[in-house]
C-alpha cells in the first residue's frame, strides 16, 4: 500500500493563477481531509468528505474547492491564488478515529 | 467550541532526560484526544490517543499521555529522550469517535534533543 500520496511536492504561482492540488489514497477509507498548515498555527481544516460525492467545508475554507468524484481521490483546487494561500498542503483519510497523512505539498504564492 | 492549547512551541531537553510535552483543552463534552508526531519534511504520523477506558495511555517509540479530566490535560511524556525524538508534536481533540471526525490541532511543540 501506498497510503496517502500527494502532487506536486513543491509548487510556485503567481498571483491569481489557478492550480490542483491532488490526493489519492489506496486504503478504501470514506473519510478524506484538506488541512494547511502555517508556522506557529498547528494544522487548520480547509475541506473534509465522508464519502464519494459528499464534501462540506472546515475551518478555513475561502478561496478553495473541493470534489470527490471517487474513493480514492480529493483534488483541492485553487481559483485565484493569493499570497495568504502560501503553506504547506495536507491531504489526510480515515476509516475510523485516527487519520492518514499525505507527504505534504508546499505552495508558495508570489 | 473545542479547542487545544499546548504550552510552550519549543522544548529542548537533553539526550536521556525526561520529556514532557503540554496539552490543554477546552471541550463541553468528553472528547478524544491524539498526539501526532511530524518528522522535518514529513507527514504526521499518530503517536497513541484517547478515546475511553484507562486514562494512562501507552504510544509508539516509548510515549504515554495521561487523560486528566479534572484539568481538562492530556501531556505527553517520554522517561529518556532520544535523539531521534527531535520532531514537531501535535496535540488534537475530536468530538466524534469511530466516525472519522474532524480533529482540531494545537498549534505544536517543536522537540530539541541536546547530545
Known amino acids: 500500500n501506498a497510503g496517502v500520496t500527494q502532487t506536486p511536492k513543491f509548487r510556485i504561482l503567481k498571483i491569481g493563477q489557478s492550480m490542483t492540488l491532488q490526493c489519492t489514497q489506496d486504503m478504501n477509507h470514506n473519510y478524506m481531509y484538506w488541512y494547511r498548515q502555517d508556522p506557529g498555527m498547528g494544522l487548520k481544516l480547509i475541506y473534509y468528505?465522508?464519502?464519494?460525492?459528499?464534501?462540506d467545508k472546515g475551518e478555513v475554507p475561502n478561496g478553495y474547492n473541493v470534489s470527490r468524484s471517487t474513493t480514492e481521490d480529493f483534488p483541492l483546487r485553487l481559483e485565484l491564488a493569493a499570497p495568504s494561500q502560501t503553506s504547506v498542503y495536507f491531504c489526510?483519510?480515515?476509516?475510523?478515529?485516527?487519520?492518514?497523512f499525505g507527504p505534504g505539498t508546499r505552495l508558495t504564492v508570489l | 467550541a473545542q479547542s487545544v492549547t499546548q504550552l510552550g512551541s519549543h522544548v529542548s531537553v537533553s539526550e536521556g532526560a525526561l520529556v514532557l510535552l503540554r496539552c490543554n483543552y477546552s471541550?463541553?463534552?468528553?472528547?478524544?484526544l491524539f498526539w501526532y508526531v511530524q518528522y522535518p519534511n514529513q507527514g504526521l504520523q499518530l503517536l497513541l490517543k484517547?478515546?475511553?477506558?484507562?486514562?494512562l495511555v501507552k504510544g509508539i517509540n516509548g510515549f504515554e499521555a495521561e487523560f486528566k479530566k479534572s484539568e481538562t490535560s492530556f501531556h505527553l511524556t517520554k522517561p529518556s529522550a532520544h535523539m531521534s525524538d527531535a520532531a514537531e508534536y501535535f496535540c488534537?481533540?475530536?468530538?466524534?469517535?469511530?466516525?472519522?471526525?474532524?480533529?482540531?490541532f494545537g498549534q505544536g511543540t517543536e522537540l530539541s534533543v541536546k547530545p
Open positions: 489526510a483519510s480515515a476509516a475510523t478515529d485516527e487519520q492518514f
Open positions: 468528505s465522508v464519502g464519494a460525492g459528499i464534501t
Open positions: 484517547y478515546t475511553t477506558g484507562a486514562t
Open positions: 471541550s463541553s463534552v468528553p472528547p478524544y
Open positions: 488534537a481533540v475530536s468530538l466524534i469517535y469511530n466516525q472519522g471526525g474532524k480533529l482540531i
